[in-house]
């Protein structure tokens, strides 16, 4: 069965992995949610820098901007090889999330008239913003805890990844 989706454009499926010793999850629920997710677990996959990596390993609980509580899963929790300072054994280690630009970015309202189609795609686009800032945040809190690296990776970088 596929995992659920909410936009039928968007590609989903189950990675079949490769490299079974560099993956720390159920190997039988890797589950991509993107074309851009998938592309990242390939190059996890192969990539002899990454030592570890996980897809949707863990729920990190926070509060919304109305002041709910939620549950936010990170896409990736990846270890790579320490090339920085050979004498420190311990490994690098990221939080991942996985999103396209201009969601990582603060939308800008245009001056002059908003017609209703650009008023209703730019409430969207505010509502995802402050959904994502809050996320972050709490992510951001649970590497500090944990010494991680929060990073957010875009179609752009995706785009320049070799295996």
């Not at 890797?30 to 998938?38: F, G, I, P, Q």
């Not at 996980?54 to 090339?83: A, H, M, Q, W």
């Amino acid at each position: 069965m596929m995992p659920p989706s909410h936009n039928r454009k968007t590609k989903q499926g189950y990675y079949k992995i490769i490299n079974l010793h560099k993956y720390t999850g159920n190997p039988a629920n890797c589950v991509y949610r993107s074309s851009w997710e998938r592309k990242f677990m390939l190059w996890c996959d192969l990539s002899p820098g990454i030592v570890k990596w996980c897809s949707e390993p863990l729920r990190i609980g926070y509060v919304d901007f109305f002041g709910k509580k939620r549950s936010y899963i990170p896409d990736f929790i990846i270890e790579t090889v320490n090339t920085t300072d050979p004498n420190k054994e311990a490994n690098n280690r990221f939080l991942v999330e996985i999103k396209p630009s201009h969601e990582t970015v603060e939308p800008i309202i245009p001056k002059g008239y908003i017609s209703p189609k650009q008023l209703k795609n730019l409430e969207y686009a505010c509502a995802v913003w402050q959904k994502n800032k809050h996320k972050w945040a709490y992510a951001l809190q649970w590497c500090k805890k944990h010494d991680i690296v929060f990073k957010i990776v875009t179609e752009v970088q995706i785009n320049k990844l070799k295996a």
